[in-house]
């Protein structure tokens, strides 16, 4: 069964603290998406990429950055947590080239205190 | 750029009725439609898209769409819900071509009752 693993499914950090959420899939799908989830503003996209190494802003990419150093892999940073960044974080993968849609993970869900 | 209105944020129904949840989007080049199930602390499943053809799209669940370009609209109905159908829907919308980043409505929640 093909899937899209995010390592954690609840998280608590502290304020200022440094945190990785971690995606990984195994469809062999050459585009990866970091999207949160708010109630009444659906999903809105952090950052996305199209290969490795490369990565593209997406409409709220303030206060995150991301690393893609190999395919199956795509890792969301906050650099220093901060209470408005309490949210539900999904991933996503899809091709490039056929337009299957994503496949999603389980989602992240992240508490800042 | 696209952009998606899911005019319902909630949609309340009785088991065995019919239900339609409502996306109207916005762009000015041609598109790709989706719709997505979001069920409880879940991630979000594909129900059907809309790529070109026939506009009458079927999905899974027993759920269908209706492409309607002259109203933009990309309509979700399902002639007689269930309880597990209860769970947020959420219409997205892409540029055709080469597959990139879709935009995603607000979201709707479906619940249904006895």
């Known amino acids: 069964d093909v899937k899209v693993t995010q390592s954690s499914r609840y998280l608590v950090k502290r304020t200022g603290e440094k945190v990785f959420l971690e995606c990984v899939q195994d469809m062999d799908h050459e585009n990866m998406f970091w999207y949160r989830q708010d109630p009444g503003l659906g999903l809105r996209l952090i950052y996305f990429?199209?290969?490795?190494?490369?990565?593209e802003k997406g409409d709220i990419p303030e206060g995150y950055s991301v690393s893609r150093e190999k395919k199956e892999r795509f890792s969301l940073i906050l650099e220093s947590a901060s209470t408005n960044q309490t949210s539900m974080y999904l991933c996503?993968?899809?091709?490039?080239?056929?337009?299957?849609?994503?496949?999603f993970g389980s989602g992240t869900r992240l508490t800042v205190v | 750029a696209q952009s998606v209105t899911q005019l319902d944020s909630q949609v309340p129904v009785f088991e065995e009725a019919p239900v339609e949840l409502r996306c109207n989007y916005s762009s000015s080049v041609s598109v790709y439609l989706f719709w997505y199930v979001q069920y409880p602390n879940q991630g979000l499943q594909l129900l059907l898209k809309?790529?070109?053809?026939?506009?009458l799209v079927k999905g899974i669940n027993g759920f269908e769409a209706e492409f309607n370009k002259s109203q933009t609209s990309f309509h979700l109905r399902k002639p007689s819900v269930h309880i597990s159908d209860t769970a947020e829907y959420f219409c997205?919308?892409?540029?055709?071509?080469?597959?990139?980043?879709?935009?995603f409505g607000t979201g709707t929640r479906l619940q249904v009752t006895l």
């Open positions: 809309y790529l070109s053809g026939s506009t």
């Open positions: 996503a993968s899809s091709f490039v080239h056929r337009n299957y849609g994503y496949t």
């Open positions: 997205a919308v892409t540029k055709t071509g080469t597959a990139s980043k879709l935009t």
């Open positions: 990429s199209y290969d490795v190494k490369m990565k």
